[in-house]
């Protein structure tokens, strides 16, 4: 199985269980990528810890990768110190502008990784003026970093209530992504692509908006991206809300079924960040199922 594959090219729904159990340093950094895609983010977080504590390079890229699945969850303030420690990690680590590897896997993808979390945390917190100034810091070299610089840029202008801002960059994420044939990358580039233009409201971008969320939905589903299926099928669920779709209870059970399961797959950390989050509709799930927040909370992907 090409791990690097499953993590940055057309196969991010397979299975990478040997690699995060067996695999060196690289594999299984790539393999709790993978599975932290998928919605595992309690095996994802066991492989980043062990990673982590090795520092270097890998340590770096593993502690980004752990601050990103805590926003995932809803933990801005949590993978604050994450990325924090990212970037700390790679002090002594050699020249900033210096690209090495295709995917970003050196230094330099590494400092951006770190970088575009922390101005992804700033902006989750509300503190729009230093997600600006994190994000103007990035030097982005590598396709996945470019794709993650636009993303962020989307983001902050969503944030700061300029959806027309934000179109741009999200149409560059989405074209960059395609490009590299990066699945989960296009996919995630499609839903922040189709929320700006759900956002912005106008009805040429409403109709377009819905329709890449719904394809997006179909196709995560397909792949088993939970990381990905319950904020898409969150944002066609409330832009549908005003209009008739025949689909909408099932667009609705998707979510939270999807959801539920990235709840149950999470450590408990994650399910405690969920809880507390105002960015994690939990109130989507059915009694019983854990845990339960404000019907009216809202969310941010990473």
């Not at 050699?94 to 295709?102: I, N, S, T």
């Not at 610089?149 to 989307?154: I, L, S």
Request: proline share 4%.
């Amino acid at each position: 199985m090409d791990v690097r594959r499953a993590a940055f090219g057309d196969l991010p729904g397979a299975g990478v269980w040997g690699a995060a159990r067996g695999g060196g340093v690289e594999e299984r950094w790539l393999a709790a990528v993978v599975l932290g895609g998928q919605g595992h983010y309690a095996a994802a977080a066991t492989v980043l810890g062990g990673l982590i504590g090795g520092g270097g390079l890998f340590g770096s890229l593993a502690a980004s990768t752990l601050a990103s699945h805590r926003r995932q969850l809803g933990g801005h303030a949590s993978a604050r110190r994450w990325d924090a420690l990212a970037l700390a990690l790679l002090a002594d680590r050699g020249e900033k502008g210096v690209e090495e590897d295709p995917d970003g896997v050196d230094v330099a993808g590494a400092r951006a990784d770190a970088l575009l979390g922390l101005a992804a945390d700033a902006v989750g917190a509300g503190r729009v003026g230093e997600a600006r100034r994190l994000h103007e810091r990035v030097e982005p070299l590598g396709w996945r970093s470019r794709v993650r610089h636009q993303w962020v840029a989307a983001e902050i202008e969503l944030a700061d209530g300029h959806a027309e801002r934000a179109v741009a960059p999200a149409e560059r994420a989405a074209a960059l992504s395609g490009e590299a044939g990066a699945t989960r990358h296009a996919l995630k580039s499609d839903l922040v692509l189709g929320t700006t233009l759900v956002v912005l409201g106008t009805p040429a971008g409403l109709d377009r908006g819905l329709d890449l969320l719904h394809c997006d939905l179909n196709h995560t589903d397909q792949l088993g991206l939970l990381s990905l299926i319950w904020p898409t099928g969150l944002v066609l669920a409330n832009a549908q809300e005003n209009r008739t779709y025949a689909d909408g209870q099932n667009v609705k059970e998707r979510t939270q079924n999807a959801l539920s399961c990235v709840l149950r797959r999470a450590d408990p950390i994650g399910r405690r960040l969920a809880h507390r989050s105002p960015w994690v509709p939990t109130a989507l799930l059915r009694s019983g199922e854990p845990p339960n927040a404000d019907p009216e909370a809202n969310f941010l992907t990473d």
